[in-house]
């Protein structure tokens, strides 16, 4: 992001705070260990703030294509996790918790590079995705075009969402019928 | 972004459901029905919410080479300016107004292509960019890779910052002396 910013707190929603995640989830407890770590964790920005999580915007594409799969959120602790283990780990801003990319479909993401920006607020992510990066079956999740019929006419409401890609995978083969 | 899920097997585990979403973003309730007053704006959900400003994240990248050049916010408005011009406006969470990219340096991004994500709360910007991207004079804004020296040691401590890219231009004979 070309903007060197302060923190700015924002917190506007009603997602449950870590406290209270901590009381029902005793994973979240041990994640106040890697404290002391934090001073060294690169000198990210982590000034983005989803219901007192302070994060990182993450950015994950495809290693050799260059495609761009999706975008996310991390805690220091995804970082770390990430970091640690080859694999890309984010912060679930809507359920408040962990997400390890993959822990419950098996399409995970293997690191291979990650970069952060000038303002040290996001980090790129260069992966070897398995099976696809989208929950709705596609290998990215940016699969709908903002695209208009007509060239000529810049009129916003000719604008529509249009599907410009093939399905990987059918959702309810991997994740369970709804 | 990988978050926007809806099935049982799923709730059990990392990936964030569709329920999950609602408690984040009230608005998410109504994403299957286009809100009269979003209908101008392709029911994106402009749910990051940066001082009292509704906003998508941005990801701009490369038309050609797919590198990805910078990750920024666009507002409503940022949106229809870069759909009415052709070129990226984004929101300044910074200075809290509208951001004409390369308004100053010249460095403007002509947009080829946009896409959303599945949840319809980031757009991806396929852009020819004049000049560089980032103030820092270097094409991409991720121009620091977090790597190591050691292959063999994944100690978070041993991880550091390392410019890896070479700078396009430099920064005070665009935007003048410090």
């Not at 679930?92 to 952060?116: A, D, L, M, N, Y």
Request: proline share 3%.
């Amino acid at each position: 992001m070309n903007e060197n910013l302060q923190t700015e707190k924002v917190q506007k929603n009603e997602d449950p705070t870590r406290e209270d995640l901590k009381k029902v989830d005793p994973r979240m407890q041990d994640l106040e260990k890697v404290d002391p770590k934090d001073e060294d964790l690169l000198n990210l920005n982590f000034r983005h703030n989803v219901n007192g999580e302070d994060l990182v915007i993450a950015v994950a594409q495809d290693y050799e294509t260059s495609e761009v799969l999706m975008v996310a959120f991390m805690n220091k602790e995804a970082i770390i996790k990430t970091l640690e283990t080859g694999k890309a780990h984010y912060w679930s801003t809507s359920r408040g918790k962990p997400w390890f990319k993959g822990e419950s479909s098996g399409h995970i993401q293997e690191v291979k590079e990650i970069f952060t920006d000038c303002d040290k607020d996001a980090v790129l992510l260069k992966v070897k995705q398995t099976g696809a990066a989208c929950h709705e079956g596609y290998y990215s999740c940016f699969f709908r075009e903002i695209s208009h019929d007509n060239s000529n006419d810049v009129n916003i409401k000719e604008y529509k969402l249009k599907i410009v890609k093939d399905k990987v995978f059918e959702p309810e083969k991997v994740y369970g019928e709804k």
